[in-house]
């Protein structure tokens, strides 16, 4: 369990009461004189987040030995998540516990919301652990908050490493460490064994680079049980190839794995959790560099599925490795594919940041996903595979160009590439994501981020019960 929960609550512990912007007042007028006045003048309104400490001294039956005899925190609802997520780092040290005798899913999503912001990354500076512990109310899911918030942290400690430890033979070691946790059987597939082995469009993005490509593959769970397949872009750095990135472009490009790295968080939390399906996790993992043997504009690249591909853009390289991963996913026609990208400007720019673009070939299995994401605060946003841009992919020397001919509606055309590599008897969803804040906010620090993997959690869970 993170380090900012407490095993048990002692004399000190702090009860924190959540109240909605409406609730102030009613709250407040069946409290004493004393707390009454403290709150009001305080101005303290609930607004999301915010925090108010009142004095023990001020108490008539304090519950604590502590000279904080309680906390109020705004929220927007008895579940709100990132509200929880807000306050740790407002809270001087101590351990503090839920007021009243919150639900299964209340108590179970506060205490998500308290160690997802609770983060820190601490692998290069020390850091301090949070001052304020929460100890877990009896009444929540303790097995669902370690693994969500776990596997998150996993995530984004994947991301936030830099590329020179974060190698694609380190995000290797990094799936075969959890591969091993789990008791999954692990491969991975190695440079120019790449070629031996029919991924020639991963050999091709990574073969610049002095750290060799590879292909990672792991399957945990029963054969028979339902075929569950992650498919997650691990270009570990990616200078743009010979169609270099400017400095600013390339300042952030250690994150362009955080698609491997949130399959990878996804994947743990299915194992966790001991879902009843049969999980592979597919990881192409290169490093997009620049070199005498470097893949070049208008080369054509073979792919796998015996697709060939015009380079149209070196830089658009993360769909071209895909392609020998999803193809190669669709082979085993598994219940559900989903692939996980950093993968266009154009869909941050359609929906900023911090909302994933998602495609989906399957109409049940992208509606679970909207209703999923509203229900665990992980929202995703569907976007259409709009088959009249198809043709923007046209190619007059290979069957498909890498990019559109033109710059309008990028996100839709990269997923239309993709879409190319998958069957369409096979439920897939793509989700185009930043995987990074840029600054902090509540529950979820400035640096690297999970998106959309509550959801899709949810989603197969649900899918496993039926």
């Not at 790295?261 to 490093?287: F, K, W």
Request: charged share 25%; proline share 6%.
């Amino acid at each position: 369990m993170a380090d900012c929960f407490a095993a048990r609550t002692d004399a000190k512990t702090i009860p924190i009461t959540p109240l909605t912007h409406n609730e102030v007042d009613k709250w407040t007028k069946k409290q004493q004189k004393s707390v009454a006045a403290w709150v009001t003048n305080s101005g303290f309104d609930a607004k999301p987040g915010a925090v108010l400490s009142i004095p023990t001294q001020l108490l008539a039956k304090p519950t604590t030995k502590n000279a904080i005899g309680m906390v109020l925190v705004g929220t927007t609802g008895p579940d709100d998540i990132w509200s929880w997520g807000a306050i740790g780092d407002k809270l001087p040290a101590g351990r503090y516990t839920i007021a009243g005798k919150p639900s299964v899913k209340e108590a179970t999503r506060l205490s998500i919301g308290w160690g997802l912001g609770a983060y820190r990354f601490g692998r290069y500076k020390d850091v301090a652990e949070p001052a304020a512990k929460l100890v877990i109310p009896s009444s929540a899911d303790k097995g669902a908050v370690d693994r969500t918030v776990s596997s998150i942290n996993l995530t984004r400690d994947l991301i936030n490493t830099p590329a020179s430890d974060m190698g694609p033979a380190e995000l290797a070691d990094s799936a075969r460490a959890l591969a091993k946790e789990f008791k999954a059987t692990f491969k991975v597939t190695v440079g120019d064994k790449l070629l031996k082995d029919n991924f020639p469009s991963i050999h091709a993005v990574g073969r610049a680079s002095v750290r060799e490509p590879r292909l990672i593959d792991f399957k945990w769970g029963c054969a028979s049980d339902p075929k569950i397949t992650l498919v997650g872009k691990g270009v570990c750095f990616d200078t743009g190839g010979l169609d270099l990135k400017g400095a600013s472009g390339m300042l952030m490009m250690k994150k362009d794995m955080g698609g491997a790295a949130n399959v990878l968080g996804l994947a743990r939390m299915i194992m966790m959790a001991g879902l009843r399906v049969r999980l592979r996790v597919l990881i192409p993992a290169v490093e997009n560099s620049v070199s005498g043997n470097a893949y070049r504009p208008l080369d054509v690249i073979k792919t796998r599925k015996g697709i060939t591909v015009e380079v149209g853009n070196t830089d658009a390289e993360g769909r071209i490795v895909l392609s020998d991963a999803l193809a190669l996913a669709a082979s085993e026609k598994p219940e559900m594919i989903l692939d996980f990208a950093t993968l266009t400007g154009a869909a941050r720019v359609a929906l900023g940041t911090g909302l994933p673009a998602m495609f989906a070939n399957n109409d049940t299995l992208a509606n679970a996903f909207l209703e999923c994401g509203e229900e665990e605060d992980d929202p995703v946003w569907r976007m259409p595979l709009f088959q009249p841009y198809r043709s923007l992919l046209d190619s007059k020397v290979a069957d498909m160009n890498n990019v559109g001919s033109v710059p309008q509606g990028g996100a839709i055309t990269a997923a239309l590439f993709l879409e190319s590599f998958v069957e369409d008897d096979t439920p897939w969803a793509h989700f185009d994501i930043m995987a990074w804040n840029r600054s902090a906010q509540p529950g979820k620090p400035e640096g690297g981020e999970a998106m959309a993997i509550r959801a899709a959690f949810e989603v197969i869970a649900r899918q496993t019960k039926k």
